[in-house]
């Protein structure tokens, strides 16, 4: 039998088997297997021939027990509705997991953003604000980049949402640039936050990490800066990266700024002089002490899982394993940092960016690296106790820490 590889199926057996370790009341874990709302929005966007193509694209806010729901946008062409409610589930779990006071959400677009210009980009970036601008605020939901947005991208939004209300509320979305109240460490914050996990890890298994060979899945926002602080913070080798059309592999290992420049010129990581080529599913299979999936989910199942080599995965993708692999893996003594705890960097400088946003007064890049370095770190040890109290893999002990935060707020509201 093949897996259901449907992501919210998939989200929902995981709360299910928390919701029993845990012993939750019938109604609180009802509450928290579905969204709490959702927006299904169809576009019209003038494209530059002067045609009109029609768009469809979601927001669903998961929970907003804990705060106001906060989650990216995604722009991809197999964007379903059960992606984008497993991605704002998994966001619900994020920001409880690190202890921000937000909820979880998730939007997204199904298009191809390699098949559209700028400007096309633009008005389709626009065209979506005007249809979910009217459930989205800094007390309401916050959106953010993801898969294929980027600061530039949640610019437009802001201004967009700025010219709805008549004013300026930068806080309605965070990950934009510096100069329209962005915050400094936002862009590396998903990947920094996972490398503080790594080296904690590191150091619960006696792993030295400075030398050691690490595989990248992914070389967007995530994936290229794992690649710069595996190299230059944690001594690491990177032997292999890839993107979307395939990877590259170099047993003495990749330098960062060289792929990061062949990309910047080529588009790809592929064909880098002195590297070999291979493909996405032969990097996971990889002798490498880590493997980082940064990229999209469901890439390691049953199929592969049995032949994973390295002793970390550090999942900075969201939902990159599914349950079937989880339980291979974890027989196999294969220790993961799990996605909702290892990629909540990205929100938590997020959150730290709303914040400073709020009082209008900005924090040096510093500050908001010790204040990420505390939060990854507190998380990753309530994480890692949590696995060795209740005898779970660390996957289960961050949906028993999440889940029992969430369900404690809604009991306290008088909810359930
Ligand atoms: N899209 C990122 C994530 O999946 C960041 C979300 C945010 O900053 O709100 O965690």
Request: charged fraction near 20%; proline fraction near 4%.
């Amino acid at each position: 039998m093949t897996e259901d590889l449907n992501p919210f199926a998939l989200a929902q057996q995981k709360l299910d088997e928390a919701a029993a370790i845990l012993n939750l009341d019938d109604a609180t874990h009802q509450m928290l297997r579905w969204p709490q709302r959702e927006l299904h929005v169809t576009v019209p966007v003038r494209m530059d021939d002067g045609s009109t193509r029609i768009f469809h694209g979601f927001r669903v806010q998961y929970n907003d027990a804990r705060g106001p729901t906060k989650g990216g946008i995604r722009f991809h062409p197999d964007e379903t509705i059960n992606t984008v409610r497993a991605l704002a589930a998994w966001m619900t779990w994020k920001t409880a997991v690190v202890d921000v006071p937000l909820g979880g959400a998730k939007g997204g677009i199904i298009c191809n953003p390699k098949e559209l210009s700028l400007a096309e980009l633009e008005r389709m970036s626009r065209a979506y604000i005007r249809q979910v601008g009217r459930i989205l605020g800094p007390e309401q939901d916050i959106p953010a980049p993801d898969i294929n947005t980027n600061p530039q991208v949640m610019a437009w939004m802001a201004d967009e949402f700025a010219t709805m209300r008549g004013h300026n509320s930068f806080g309605m979305i965070t990950g934009k640039p510096l100069s329209m109240g962005g915050s400094l460490g936002r862009g590396d914050a998903t990947a920094r936050g996972g490398a503080a996990c790594l080296r904690e890890a590191a150091r619960e298994l006696r792993i030295d990490l400075r030398g050691a060979k690490i595989a990248i899945q992914g070389f967007g926002n995530v994936g290229s800066y794992m690649h710069m602080l595996a190299q230059h913070q944690l001594g690491m080798q990177v032997v292999a990266v890839s993107d979307d059309v395939g990877g590259i592999f170099n047993a003495a290992g990749l330098d960062y700024e060289t792929v990061r420049a062949h990309k910047q010129a080529h588009g790809s990581v592929l064909a880098l002089p002195g590297s070999q080529p291979l493909t996405n599913a032969e990097l996971l299979v990889l002798d490498v002490e880590v493997l980082v999936p940064a990229a999209i989910e469901s890439v390691i199942t049953a199929a592969n899982a049995g032949n994973i080599r390295a002793r970390i995965i550090a999942e900075l993708a969201n939902g990159p394993t599914t349950p079937a692999a989880d339980a291979i893996l974890y027989e196999r003594g294969v220790y993961i940092i799990p996605d909702f705890l290892c990629n909540a960097g990205g929100v938590t400088v997020s959150y730290f960016e709303m914040v400073q946003n709020s009082y209008g007064f900005y924090w040096t890049e510093e500050m908001v690296h010790e204040r990420l370095e505390a939060k990854m770190t507190a998380a990753f040890r309530a994480v890692h106790a949590g696995a060795q109290a209740h005898r779970v893999d660390n996957r289960m002990a961050a949906y028993l820490v999440a889940v029992a935060r969430v369900a404690e707020a809604m009991k306290v509201r008088g909810w359930v």
